[in-house]
């Protein structure tokens, strides 16, 4: 089986193959016993019950199927409160465990469920969406966003295995993979050698939907990002290097009410980064991010939006310190391939021009 450790302080695999086993890779993971299956509206009908008649044959029982509208809405305190509700119906135990079927939408919500229920259950992660695959359900982030910005509440809870099936991804549609790659890009231009050589051959066959290359690529990006979560799993330092693109883009996502795919905010952030790169460092990657993206079948703009609702959002961030001064933030810019710099203060004038470059699809 092709899978990466993740070597948190607790261990785990993350498993991606073709046809994958998951009665195996559950049963290697963890002993049976009860459980929930979280998935959405949209992968629900697709691939739930044969991941429910696989749980059976490794002697899980499923106390419920919980299905939440797919898209970004369902990460929110509502459906949050639906969700939590319905595992203390169907009274799942302390020792229960809760399998997330679906998107990063599903993995994030599922995984901040599993760490606040009774304090604490097992958690794992079924990934089915190409960026669910690659980024989102590695390294244990799990949260919703509230209107007034992205991600603001959440959770550290490594999951006990990460099982994704590539076979799921042949029902993804053809913008979801390009969502997904959004993050293979950040992940290559963070990582640089052989993944960022590979990247531009690899990105055309991923989007023809060649599993081989998406397997390549999930592969690449898994080991990217376990690398530096088991160097800092509760992002004290060098983890906020996978924020990169991230600043702008959960601004931009936050701006426009959540209807923005996270994929497309993300390769807007990105850009925007990549100027600021080379206004500050003097790293001039503008093209390189343009051509890759544009290999990823994904737009250089999205749809404008207010820029001072943007930099609100981001004045929200986490990522910001309460000494940063009102008109600083701080990003990840590249100094070059594979070179990232964290925490680089950024003022308000030149955010606001990186903003505005990246508007107007
Ligand atoms: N926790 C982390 O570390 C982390 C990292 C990156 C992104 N994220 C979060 O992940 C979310 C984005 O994830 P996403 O792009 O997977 O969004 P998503 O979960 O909304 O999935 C995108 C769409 O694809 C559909 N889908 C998923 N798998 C499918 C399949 N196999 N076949 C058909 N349709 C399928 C979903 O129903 C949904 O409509 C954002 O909220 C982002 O903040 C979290
Ligand atoms: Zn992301």
Request: net charge neutral; glycine share 10%.
């Amino acid at each position: 089986m092709r899978s990466v450790t993740v070597a948190a302080t607790t261990p785990y695999e993350v498993c991606v193959e073709l046809d994958l086993d998951l009665k195996d890779a559950v049963s290697a993971a963890l002993p049976p016993g009860a459980a929930i299956l979280l998935t959405d509206s949209t992968v629900g009908p697709l691939h739930a019950s044969s991941t429910d008649e696989a749980l059976k044959e490794a002697g899980w029982a499923l106390a419920d199927v919980v299905t939440v509208p797919a898209g970004e809405g369902s990460k929110s305190l509502s459906a949050y409160e639906l969700v939590i509700r319905k595992l203390a119906r169907a009274g799942v135990p302390r020792e229960g465990t809760l399998f997330a079927l679906g998107g990063g939408v599903v993995g994030d919500l599922g995984g901040f469920v599993a760490s606040s229920y009774m304090r604490g259950i097992n958690f794992v992660q079924l990934p089915t969406s190409l960026l669910a695959m690659v980024d989102s359900s590695v390294g244990g982030k799990v949260g919703l966003d509230l209107p007034e910005g992205k991600n603001l509440v959440g959770a550290f809870l490594q999951p006990r295995l990460v099982a994704a099936n590539l076979n799921w991804l042949e029902t993804l549609p053809p913008r979801e993979v390009s969502h997904g790659l959004a993050e293979v890009v950040k992940m290559g231009l963070l990582a640089g050698g052989k993944f960022f050589e590979d990247l531009r051959r690899l990105l055309g066959d991923a989007r023809a939907g060649n599993l081989e290359a998406l397997q390549a690529l999930i592969l690449h990006s898994v080991r990217a990002k376990a690398a530096v979560v088991a160097e800092d799993e509760r992002e004290v330092g060098l983890r906020a290097v996978l924020n990169y693109g991230h600043t702008i883009g959960h601004g931009l996502e936050a701006a426009a009410g959540y209807v923005l795919p996270h994929g497309k905010a993300v390769a807007a952030g990105m850009l925007a980064a990549a100027r600021l790169s080379r206004e500050l460092l003097g790293a001039d990657l503008l093209k390189t991010h343009e051509d890759l993206l544009h290999a990823a079948g994904l737009p250089l703009k999205v749809p404008a939006v207010d820029v001072e609702s943007v930099l609100r959002a981001m004045g929200r961030d986490k990522k910001r310190r309460a000494s940063d001064k009102a008109y600083t933030y701080r990003f990840v810019l590249l100094e070059d391939v594979g070179r990232p710099r964290r925490d680089v203060p950024v003022g308000v004038a030149e955010v606001r021009r990186a903003v505005e470059a990246v508007l107007g699809a």
